[in-house]
């Protein structure tokens, strides 16, 4: 049923990670880890997959002799998603509204 | 949460927008300093007006008390700020535009604080604050998209303008704590009450 839904956006944690990123302008692993209430392994497997997908880009450093992992959705992240949202929505035939703080023209 | 779980439609229609509300929610505004800012202004203005009828202590006394109140708790803000004691994990487009938005306000309040010790009569300079709180609290509100504080900003300008032509020192500082009470007071006290039913439904908001 599912078969032309973007494999890398179809799939729970993956799909969080990006709902949570379209929202913001950038975010710390450790707000992804709370918020998706997920294990630090699991999370970095997921977030280096969107990774090399080139949905989001990923700014590892170090302060304070603590790593410190930010990331934030690309412009082509962006658009996966919104075609995901639009191919669910077709999918499902119904009337689907989400705001999600993007204008027609992909810019937050 | 599971890394590769299969969902169906609905489960990721419904994840997204609880992902989306919890990143929204991270955005928003408990509105607590509004209230105790506020509440200040709010004492500071009938304080003045109570003393400038019973000439407790000199004129400014509240004023002043409110000034330095400010100083150290800005003081112990930029501290706790470039420490990065209360680094954010998350940044929004939103956030950076009130945080240059605030630094704006504050720089014009000194401005207008400066000018009402000099050369600006305080008859003028209370309303021309009232001017700025409510340009502050229109654009917080709009960017917060919170109608509380978009009328709030109204009522404030309302205020500013009535304190244009009243006749005496002591109706200023009244339009002064009106326009505060229905400018931060009112809507802080809403942000707050919004605020916390908010995060009590992010509890109840299941996959």
Redesign the interface.
Known sequence: ??KDLDPIL???????IV??L???????F??LRE????TAG?LS??INKLKEAGYIDVVKQF??NYPLTTCRITSAGVQAFEQY?KD?HS??NID?N????ISSDGK? | ?????P?S?????H??????F???Q??RNDGVGWIWWGWMLFGASLFSLLNARYNWVSPYFFWDTLGVIALIYFIIRSIRYFS?ARRK?????T??LIHKLNIGFFVSLLFIMVAMNGVLNPMAGFPMLVNLYGFWILVYGTAMNFRPFIIGAFVAWAMGIAGLFVKTYEAVLLTHALAVLGGYIIPGHIANYTFRKLNREVGHFS?
Request: aromatic content about 6%; proline content about 0%; cysteine-free.
């Open positions: 049923m599912f179809h799939s729970q944690l993956r799909l969080a709902s949570l379209i929202s913001v302008k950038e975010a710390e450790t707000f918020k998706t209430n997920s699991n497997v997921q302060k304070d949202v669910l999918y499902l689907v989400i705001d999600i703080g937050k | 949460m599971e890394n590769d779980k969902i439609g609905q489960e990721g229609l994840l997204i927008q609880k992902m989306i919890i990143a929204k991270e955005q990065g994990v998350v940044r929004t487009y956030g950076e996959v």
